[in-house]
């Protein structure tokens, strides 16, 4: 099978110099939604036409072919003169023993179910077009039918009073005998309202060429639903979003309100996870068995352990927590941060590029960069660990039971050693022995007959 997809639009109505196939939804552009959908369908060629946006669609699609090993060809149509013109651009790559699939750069959510069902009904010598019907169908192309047959298509500004008044309508997606569609895109006209060349005059060229033209529905209108605005792309996002939560649902998660959660990347939840409301996940983000993750969490690219809590208010990226450890309120756990067991990480602590064994604890207003911390550490409020001298990173290692105490300030490289202790406010430049206390601390002093100043009367 032959995939091409048509996604040259400029969309004036997105307000945006983005091409409109470019747009994230649910994280990803539109036009890489369809992509990934036609890749799942194994096809022989895939051909993405684009025009407007400049390098911009052809660079996304070049890094993408890289990303996944496939190859995916590429079209300019310049000018853009309707849907004809754009799949006549593909007509070089196109594979004449096997059908072609049309579909469109701005229609993110068919899924490969209903394109399964597409292409099953065209077979190899009919022509499918998936249709639905909606109760406004106001500005779609109407499918006119004689006696249950399909006979032709016909845009809204050339309809007549009584085909505006069919509720079936076209989505443009197509399965099409590819030998056939080359003679007929050949002998399409322009003479219409828009002066453009419309892949939907190929259906009347079927019916005189006495090529059977059938039809397959998807599971749901917004599986056909495009992209034209700001406000259409909002409502696709928010329909996609829904659709997840319910997936979510049916594994057994707990959402505790299905509308407010976002899922831009893949959320992969083990039994009994609870997911409160506000929560972002992007990229890859497991939660395992028993995790609870609190209000207005976002999580990128993060693999949470079983029994973990992540409180509200937290951001988790690239980093590894551990089972039944405590993140947050307010935390912030950066790249290449690895939580042990029973880990305690509170409000206001923030770890970068670090690994923490079991039952650690930096309970509140910490950092911990590029370090090494080891099992049953208690890092104090206030504590630092000073790993960059303004040009290089430098590591500090916290072995076994040490404990450190508030506003130290520990300047990499540096270590303390097994059951070390650092008192309250010390500033550590030299390695602090094993199990002994290190202060670094002036003597107390208090000035006698000093008095505070007294602003001066005018």
């Known amino acids: 099978m032959n995939v091409v997809i048509l996604a040259a639009g400029m969309g004036k109505r997105m ?174 006209s322009n003479n219409n309202a828009q002066g453009e060349y419309y892949l939907t005059d190929i259906v009347a060229q079927a019916v005189a060429d006495g090529v059977p033209v059938v039809s397959a529905q998807p599971s749901a209108e917004w599986e056909v639903a495009g992209v034209n605005s700001k406000v259409q792309l909002a409502e696709l996002e928010r329909r996609h979003q829904l659709n997840i939560a319910n997936a979510l649902l049916e594994k057994g998660v707990t959402l505790m309100d299905p509308a407010r959660i976002d899922v831009r990347g893949e959320l992969v939840c083990g039994r009994d996870v609870v997911i409160d409301v506000g929560c972002v996940f992007e990229g890859r983000v497991e939660l395992a068995d028993g995790v609870t993750v609190g209000p207005h969490c976002v999580l990128v690219n993060a693999k949470i352990g079983a029994g973990a809590q992540i409180k509200p208010f937290c951001h988790i990226e690239d980093a590894v927590v551990g089972d039944k450890s405590q993140i947050g309120p307010y935390a912030r756990l950066r790249p290449g941060t690895e939580l042990g067991e029973d880990v305690h990480v509170g409000n206001f602590v923030e770890i970068k590029n670090s690994q923490v064994a079991a039952h650690s604890k930096a309970n509140h207003l910490a950092y911990v960069g590029d370090a090494t911390v080891g099992s049953r550490v208690n890092i104090g409020a206030g504590t630092i660990t000073c790993n960059y001298d303004g040009a290089n990173k430098f590591r500090t290692v916290i072995e076994d039971d040490a404990f450190i105490g508030s506003d130290s300030q520990l300047v990499a490289p540096v270590t303390v050693g097994k059951g070390a202790t650092l008192g309250a406010g010390t500033t550590l430049t030299k390695d602090a022995p094993a199990g002994k206390l290190t202060i670094s601390r002036p003597k107390q002093m208090t000035i006698e007959g000093w008095s505070r100043p007294v602003k001066t009367k005018k």
């Open 15 to 188: 307000q945006s110099a983005l091409p409109k196939v470019l747009h994230p939804l649910a994280g990803k552009p539109l036009l890489r939604h369809v992509i990934d959908t036609a890749s799942s369908l194994s096809p022989s060629k895939l051909c993405v036409i684009y025009g407007h946006g400049g390098a911009a669609v052809p660079e996304m699609v070049g890094k993408l072919a890289e990303q996944t090993g496939t190859r995916i060809d590429t079209a300019l149509q310049q000018p853009q003169l309707g849907t004809g013109h754009a799949v006549m651009q593909a007509v070089p790559e196109l594979d004449e023993s096997v059908p072609t699939l049309v579909l469109y750069g701005d229609v993110p959510l068919t899924t490969s179910a209903s394109l399964g069902r597409l292409v099953e009904a065209a077979g190899t010598d009919k022509l499918a077009i998936l249709t639905v019907e909606q109760a406004n169908p106001f500005g779609l192309g109407r499918i006119v039918r004689e006696n249950g047959s399909i006979v032709r298509i016909v845009e809204e500004k050339d309809a007549s009073e009584a085909e505006r008044a069919i509720r079936e309508i076209n989505s443009g997606i197509m399965c099409i005998p590819t030998a056939h569609l080359k003679r007929w895109l050949a002998a399409l």
